[in-house]
C-alpha cells in the first residue's frame, strides 16, 4: 500500500485510536499526516518540464550546460528575474567585479611614505 493511501486511512477525530497510535500501526511519520504537502506553482512546473525535455534530449549535459540552456529559453532579463538577481547581489550588482578583483584606493600624496630628512 502506497504512503498516500496509508494517510488518508488516518482519521482525525479518531475515537478509539489516537492519531500517533494509528501512525505507528501504519507505518506513518506524524509530520506527513499534520502538515499538508507544498503546493508546486505553474511556473516551477513548467521549469521542470523544460528540464527534463532538455535532459532527454541532451542526457550529458552538466548542470552548468543546463543552466545555460535554461537561460536562452527564459533569459535573466525578465522583470522578476531581474528583480530576484538585484536582491541576491545587493548593492554590488550583477556587472561589477568580485570584491577580492576591485582595485584598492591608493593614496595619491606618496610624500607620506617617504622618510623626512
Known amino acids: 500500500m502506497s504512503i498516500p493511501e496509508r494517510r488518508a486511512m488516518v482519521e482525525r477525530p479518531a475515537e478509539n485510536l489516537s492519531v500517533r497510535r494509528q501512525c505507528a500501526l501504519l507505518n506513518l511519520a506524524r509530520s506527513g499526516v499534520y502538515r499538508p504537502g507544498p503546493v508546486t506553482g505553474a511556473d516551477d512546473l513548467a ?11 541532451w542526457p550529458f549535459y552538466g548542470s552548468r ?16 528575474a531581474r528583480a530576484k538577481a538585484d536582491a541576491r547581489d545587493g548593492d554590488r550588482g550583477a556587472g561589477s567585479a568580485p570584491r577580492h578583483q576591485q ?15
Open 47 to 57: 521549469l521542470m518540464r523544460r528540464i527534463d525535455e532538455l535532459h532527454l534530449k
Open 103 to 117: 582595485s584598492r584606493a591608493r593614496p595619491q600624496d606618496l610624500s607620506l611614505f617617504c622618510c623626512a630628512a
Open 65 to 80: 550546460r543546463m543552466v545555460f540552456e535554461l537561460n536562452q529559453a527564459w533569459p535573466r532579463h525578465q522583470p522578476q
